[in-house]
């Protein structure tokens, strides 16, 4: 089926490791963002992207990067991964027109011990 | 920065009750969002309001923006142990359509 398509479902990392968290959409959208959901704190952005080439800060972007190359991927690199950084990602994706949201993946649960 | 504050945080209401959630921003809201999440899964989309004044109903779930576009509420009519989740409340900074920054969420439980 389309949609968000994210990879790995489950992490779990060193303090100090690094790695990449996957975002692929089949959408054609050029709106991509990247968020984190920690108990009572609703969804605070990482990262978005309004389309290949081109991406900005959001709420809360110390300590990760990204790269969007080509309209469907979004990667989200976790420089040197921190217990801080222990959350559930979500990735969204969403066309420029149109009234209705983002388009989420079913989240990556990261555990940084 | 633009703000979403939700309320209340959590709520448990009987099975058939009605309840109100809400959600307030401290500038005016472009889009605002309304989504459901169940627990340990993706969020799924409710509804978009945009104009000040605007409401929309998708089966027994009703939500408004208020003329200032400021204030946002998400009415459930006769609660169903289906309705049951975390509600979140997104919206766009004005003048930036790409951005979407959210609440904190409001979890309903619904006793049968």
């Known amino acids: 089926n389309a949609g968000v398509t994210q990879t790995p479902k489950f992490q779990v990392l060193k303090t100090g490791q690094s790695m990449t968290l996957q975002c692929a959409q089949d959408m054609n959208h050029e709106y991509m963002s990247w968020y984190r959901q920690d108990p009572g704190m609703g969804l605070r952005l990482i990262h978005y992207s309004v389309g290949a080439g081109i991406t900005d800060q959001g709420e809360v972007p110390n300590g990760y990067n990204v790269s969007r190359s080509t309209t469907e991927d979004f990667p989200l690199r976790l420089l040197s991964a921190a217990p801080s950084q222990t959350s559930v990602y979500f990735c969204?994706?969403?066309?420029?027109?149109?009234?209705?949201?983002?388009?989420f993946g079913s989240g990556t649960r990261l555990t940084v011990v | 920065s633009q703000e979403l504050e939700q309320s209340p945080q959590s709520l448990i209401v009987q099975e058939g009750k009605n309840l109100t959630i809400n959600c307030t921003s401290s500038?005016?809201?472009?889009?605002l969002y309304w989504y459901k999440q169940k627990y340990g899964e993706g969020l799924i989309f409710l509804m978009m309001l945009q104009k000040g004044g605007e409401e929309k109903s998708h089966e027994k779930i009703t939500a408004k923006l208020d003329e200032k576009k400021q204030q946002s509420s998400l009415h459930i009519t006769a609660s169903q142990p289906s309705h049951a989740g975390i509600y979140l409340c997104g919206a766009r900074p004005s003048g930036n359509t790409g951005k979407l920054i959210f609440g904190q969420g409001t979890t309903l439980q619904v006793k049968p």
């Open positions: 500038k005016t809201l472009y889009g």
């Open positions: 969204a994706s969403r066309s420029p027109t149109g009234n209705y949201g983002y388009t």
